[in-house]
């Protein structure tokens, strides 16, 4: 019987290992689904910091990508909380998503990637925050303590100069 079960779960691996695609491109987001790359200093210490994100998306469901960019400062001479339940941003900007910026993309979600898996694990109290997460929450990478992410400031400062 067991050896059944073996052969069982040979298979079953070989089938999934065959079966996985190799294109690891934003071409596989689903219609509606967006990704958000957030990244938090260590301003505050252990209370963070200054956050930015980026969320890549569509509009409507429609066939063009966008862009949008946040920036929300935090005043360490204040209560925390206060700054994280604000619903406003310090700045913020939307544009279209061109085919440098959905490359920049790919590459800020490998850079993080790397990082995490490099990054040993370590009890901290502050530091920097990096994550990406998509909307169906089926990806899901957070880096903390983090270093800085080269590739995310590449790709805000492509936003920022459109």
């Not at 019987?1 to 069982?8: D, G, S």
Request: charged fraction near 30%; proline fraction near 2%.
């Amino acid at each position: 019987m067991k050896k059944y079960i073996l052969i069982f779960i040979c298979l079953f691996s070989i089938m999934i290992i065959f079966g996985q695609t190799k294109n690891n491109s934003l071409s596989e987001i689903s219609l509606c689904e967006e990704i958000k790359l957030t990244h938090t200093d260590d301003k505050c210490g252990e209370w963070g910091g200054n956050s930015e994100s980026i969320r890549f998306f569509k509009k409507d469901c429609t066939a063009d990508y966008f862009i949008e960019y946040t920036k929300r400062i935090m005043d360490c001479t204040i209560d925390p909380i206060t700054h994280y339940q604000r619903k406003d941003f310090d700045e913020q900007k939307i544009i279209p998503a061109t085919n440098e910026d959905r490359k920049l993309l790919e590459l800020c979600i490998n850079q993080l990637t790397e990082m995490k898996l490099s990054n040993p694990i370590i009890i901290a109290h502050s530091g920097i925050v990096n994550t990406v997460i998509s909307s169906d929450s089926t990806l899901v990478i957070k880096d903390y303590p983090s270093k800085e992410w080269s590739n995310f400031n590449r790709l805000k400062k492509s936003i920022m100069e459109k």
